[in-house]
């Protein structure tokens, strides 16, 4: 009834029932599998009213959703590397194998699950894509309001200051190493007509 292809590989029959309307595909090798079709041989559609959920299954883990599949929508593709962490996609062995599997459930029931699953995907891009309150700003208002406790963004104040000089002084270092002999009569203020216009040293040494 089912029929699956990892990709790169060719097509996979060797279903297995395991309960009552659940069936099993091992998936050898699950390291490199990137994608995987699932979908009805077309030989025998679902009965009225019924239609199909795919799951999968790592070692140590639970069986995750991946999709449905419905006489209305009997292929379905699925990215499988997604469903790992990188931290547990780097750890897995060559040697690893997973299942797929399908199971046949009333359409209500299979539609349910989906819509759960749609919500769940979209309260999690809504979390990754929400800024934190701090994201526009450099230094927190809380923190700009601290300066009379002597903090300063978490830094203590004369830590601050420390740290304030020392990146004017690399400053003026990177601009003094830019610095030429001119004749004088050449020169003058930026903003000025003066065929080469500087800026005086004065303003980093103050």
């Given at each position: 009834?089912f029929?699956?292809?990892?990709?790169g590989?060719?097509?996979q029959?060797?279903?297995?029932q395991?309960?009552?309307?659940?069936?099993?595909?091992?998936l050898s090798?699950?390291?490199?599998?990137n994608?995987?079709?699932?979908f009805?041989l077309?030989?025998?559609?679902?009965?009225?009213g019924?239609?199909?959920?795919?799951h999968?299954?790592w070692p140590?883990?639970?069986?995750?959703?991946?999709g449905?599949?419905?006489?209305?929508?009997?292929?379905?593709i699925?990215?499988?590397?997604?469903?790992?962490t990188?931290?547990e996609?780097?750890?897995r062995?060559p040697?690893?194998?997973?299942e797929l599997?399908?199971s046949?459930?009333?359409?209500q029931?299979?539609?349910q699950q989906m819509?759960?699953?749609?919500?769940?995907?979209?309260?999690?891009s809504?979390?990754?894509?929400?800024?934190t309150?701090q994201?526009h700003?450099l230094?927190?208002?809380?923190?700009?309001?601290a300066?009379?406790s002597?903090?300063v963004?978490?830094?203590p104040?004369?830590?601050?200051?420390?740290?304030?000089?020392?990146?004017?002084?690399?400053l003026?270092?990177?601009a003094?190493?830019?610095?030429?002999?001119?004749?004088?009569?050449?020169?003058?203020?930026i903003g000025?007509?003066?065929?080469v216009?500087v800026?005086p040293?004065?303003?980093?040494?103050?």
């Amino acid at each position: 009834m089912f029929g699956c292809i990892v990709a790169g590989r060719l097509v996979q029959t060797n279903l297995q029932q395991v309960d009552v309307n659940k069936y099993v595909f091992e998936l050898s090798d699950a390291h490199s599998i990137n994608h995987i079709v699932v979908f009805l041989l077309g030989t025998i559609p679902f009965e009225p009213g019924y239609a199909a959920t795919v799951h999968l299954l790592w070692p140590n883990k639970s069986w995750q959703l991946l999709g449905a599949l419905s006489n209305d929508k009997p292929s379905a593709i699925f990215r499988l590397k997604s469903t790992l962490t990188p931290e547990e996609a780097a750890a897995r062995m060559p040697s690893i194998s997973a299942e797929l599997g399908i199971s046949i459930e009333p359409l209500q029931a299979v539609e349910q699950q989906m819509q759960t699953k749609q919500q769940q995907q979209q309260q999690d891009s809504t979390a990754m894509a929400a800024p934190t309150s701090q994201s526009h700003s450099l230094v927190p208002a809380s923190s700009a309001r601290a300066e009379g406790s002597g903090n300063v963004a978490g830094m203590p104040f004369q830590a601050a200051k420390a740290f304030s000089e020392r990146v004017l002084q690399n400053l003026y270092d990177y601009a003094m190493s830019f610095a030429a002999r001119q004749d004088p009569s050449t020169m003058g203020p930026i903003g000025s007509n003066a065929p080469v216009q500087v800026l005086p040293v004065r303003v980093f040494e103050d």
